[in-house]
Each structure stands twice: as C-alpha cells, then as structure tokens.
C-alpha cells in the first residue's frame, strides 16, 4: 500500500520560498502519478500540480501556470518535491501530496483517482 509523507512546510515571509517533500514508500517509486493539492481555510481543495514518477510528465493547474512552481521527483530518495517561489498570503493552505498507479493517461486526468493521501503540511505565508 503507497504511503506518502509530506514535509517542508512552515511560516514564510511574502516574496520567499519554501520547498515541500513528499516521501513515497510502501510501494515501487516507478509507475506512480504523485500529485499536489491544497486547501486554504473555508475553500475546497484543490489540484495544483502533478508529475509522473516513471516518464517525468509533468502538470501545472492554469491557476499556477507562470506562477512559480516546480516539481520534480528524485528516484533515489522515492521523493517528489514541490519548489514554490514568491509566495503570496493567497498560498496560505495544507498542502498534501498524494498518489496512484500510472495509467496511460496523463497524471492530471483524473483527480479524483488519488486514492493514497499523506497528511499533508502547513504553509502559512504572513509578514
């Protein structure tokens, strides 16, 4: 059973940066979409990026398009990072990783596939 694993979160200052981690485990690192989600107080979660462990593919919601986020993913340490610069007060959320067995489909079709959740870290973006 995939388990996944967030870290990095924390107290940010607008305009810095902040590099989440979610460590996968449980279950080969290959083969895996790993997606990004978030939730800030009082509003639904959302999708906010996403990347195939095997192939590399990669997505950004079109909210995020230009908007200062990277995902990349580190086979040796069954890890994918998400790099998020210039942060505003608006990213203020729980941001959670989550996973499932690729399929031909890209990792962004589908949301609702996500089956193995972490428990996600806080991000507080505040002066």
């Known amino acids: 059973q995939l388990q996944l694993v967030e870290s990095g979160g924390g107290l940010v200052q607008p305009g810095g940066s902040l590099r989440l981690s979610c460590a996968v485990s449980g279950s080969t690192f290959a083969l895996k979409d790993i997606g990004w989600f978030r939730q800030a107080p009082g509003k639904e979660r959302e999708a906010i990026s996403c990347?195939?462990?095997?192939?590399?593919?990669?997505?950004y919601a079109d909210s995020m398009k230009g908007r200062r986020l990277f995902v990349s993913r580190d086979a040796a340490k069954a890890t994918v990072y998400l790099q998020m610069n210039s942060l505003e007060p608006d990213d203020t959320a729980v941001y959670y990783c989550?996973?499932?067995?690729?399929?031909?489909?890209?990792?962004?079709?589908?949301?609702?596939?996500?089956?193995?959740w972490g428990r996600g870290t806080q991000v507080t973006v505040s002066s």
């Open positions: 990347i195939s462990t095997s192939r590399g593919a990669t997505y």
């Open positions: 989550a996973g499932r067995e690729s399929s031909y489909y890209d990792c962004e079709v589908g949301w609702d596939n996500y089956n193995y």
